[in-house]
């Protein structure tokens, strides 16, 4: 999967969605997402596959299971398993949730 194809996935969900950051105000939920680092299988001294992962994040204004499990069915359809972890940031009034997952041959 590319990153092309990732934002494509991610954004038919049905919320607004930017690499690494929106350039003005958004309301919640939306998702940003961004390439966090390259995990390749290396083998004769080349990269023979790569595997990149990226990290996925959901914001929401308060506790929204189905806003997670959008993103969760989203990922699943995808064929991409995911690690989850959830912050409140005081500062901006918002859940975080991220959703760690790696693409291969992107």
Known sequence: MTQAELYQ????????????????PVTPPFITYQFAYSNDLIAD????VAIDDFQ????TAKKDL??????????KELGLPYRKFETYLDTEKMY???YEIQTLGG
């Open 56 to 59: 996925v994040e959901l914001y």
């Open 96 to 98: 975080q949730i991220l």
């Open 9 to 24: 996935a991610l954004k038919s969900i049905g919320y607004p969605v930017a690499y690494g950051s929106f350039s003005s």
């Open 45 to 48: 001294n080349i990269n023979y």
């Open 66 to 75: 189905v806003a997670e499990q959008k993103v969760q069915d989203k990922l």
